[in-house]
C-alpha cells in the first residue's frame, strides 16, 4: 500500500514538473496575443498579469481585448492559468479587470480560501494575496477568520475596521504616512 502510494505521489509530481517545463516551451506569452478564453489570470512572459477589456465600437459591437495590467505577478511568468484552479477557486474566464472587490463576497471568499484553491494555485492565491494587501487585509488572516466569523469579518473588511499589516511590510502599523503626515492606525477592538 505505501509503495502504490510513493508510486502515485512520484507520477503526479513528474507530471506537475512536465507541466511546468512544457508550458514555456510553447513561446513567450503576450497579453495582447491571447484570446478571450486563456486572457483572465494569466501571466506574460514579462511577469505583467494580463487582464480582460472589453471596448464598446460606435456601432454597439462589443470587442474583447487582453491587455497586459500594471501588476506583476510575484516569481512567475509565462502562465496561463489551469481551467482545474479556475473552477476550485471560483472565478471565471471572462472576468473585466482585476479587482479586491470580490472578497467581499462571502460565497467567493469561502472558495478561495478552501483547501483546492488555497493550496493549489498559487497564481491565483499570488492575485488576490496582493489585492488583499492593497486593501489592509492580510490573505492567510483573512481566511483563517472564514468559518464561525466569517459574517463579522466581512463586516469589519467593508467598513474598513480590519486592517492588518502585510507580512514583510516595511511599514509598520505606526508609521504610515500619507503626504508627508503621520497617520495613526485604528486601535485594535
Not at 33 to 57: P, Q
Not at 146 to 155: L, T, V
Request: glycine share 6%; with cysteine.
Amino acid at each position: 500500500m505505501a509503495s502504490q502510494n510513493a508510486s502515485t505521489f512520484s507520477a503526479l509530481a513528474l507530471l506537475l514538473g512536465l507541466a511546468l517545463l512544457v508550458q514555456p516551451a510553447f513561446g513567450n506569452i503576450e497579453c495582447e496575443n491571447l484570446e478571450k478564453e486563456s486572457c483572465a489570470y494569466a501571466v506574460s512572459s514579462t511577469g505583467k498579469r494580463c487582464v480582460l477589456e472589453k471596448h464598446v465600437r460606435r456601432s454597439g459591437a462589443e470587442e474583447y481585448a487582453c491587455t497586459a495590467s500594471e501588476i506583476d505577478a510575484d516569481k512567475l511568468k509565462n502562465w496561463i492559468e489551469s481551467d482545474e484552479c479556475i473552477k476550485a477557486c471560483g472565478l471565471d474566464r471572462n472576468a473585466l479587470g482585476i479587482s479586491s472587490d470580490s472578497l467581499l463576497e462571502a460565497r467567493f471568499a469561502k472558495q478561495l480560501c478552501s483547501n483546492d484553491c488555497y493550496g493549489s494555485c498559487p497564481n491565483i492565491i499570488d492575485l488576490y494575496f496582493n489585492l488583499a494587501a492593497g486593501e489592509g487585509v492580510f490573505l492567510p488572516k483573512f481566511c483563517e477568520a472564514q468559518g464561525a466569523n466569517a459574517r463579522r469579518e466581512m463586516a469589519e473588511i467593508k467598513s474598513s475596521g480590519y486592517a492588518t499589516p502585510a507580512a514583510e511590510s516595511p511599514l509598520t502599523a505606526y508609521s504610515v504616512s500619507f503626504l508627508g503626515s503621520p497617520v495613526s492606525a485604528p486601535a485594535p477592538y
